[in-house]
């Protein structure tokens, strides 16, 4: 069963960083996507950033290009997102998903997520 864990959320100012981190378990995912997506109260789940388990080709939303990193760490079947240069409008649950395959920058195609970590930035 695959299991998604994220960590790392918190209460940051703007201009500040924060590191999410996302353990995976349950299979082997090379040849998994892993992406993150955050949603705010009624909102759509949005894109944030994504990286391919085996090559590490990425992908950003254009909101955080330039301040967001995502990377993994396969020894420790681990991603994270390197979150700098923060902003208020940064405030929102943040999730971590995993689909069989390619990128994809719309949250329907992933099959797996974590449960999410709040991420608060004040002004």
């Known amino acids: 069963q695959v299991r998604l864990v994220e960590s790392g959320g918190g209460l940051v100012q703007a201009g500040g960083s924060l590191r999410l981190s996302c353990v995976a378990s349950g299979r082997t995912f090379s040849g998994y996507a892993m992406g993150w997506f955050r949603q705010a109260p009624e909102k759509e789940r949005e894109f944030v950033a994504a990286?391919?388990?085996?090559?590490?080709?990425?992908y950003y939303a254009d909101s955080v290009k330039g301040r967001f990193t995502i990377s993994r760490d396969n020894t420790k079947n681990t991603v994270y997102l390197q979150m700098n240069s923060l902003k208020p409008e940064d405030t929102t649950v943040y999730y971590c998903?995993?689909?069989?395959?390619?990128?994809?920058?719309?949250?329907?195609?992933?099959?797996?997520w974590g449960q999410g970590t709040q991420v608060t930035v004040s002004s």
């Open positions: 990286i391919t388990w085996s090559s590490g080709i990425t």
């Open positions: 998903a995993a689909r069989q395959g390619s990128i994809v920058l719309t949250h329907r195609p992933y099959d797996y």
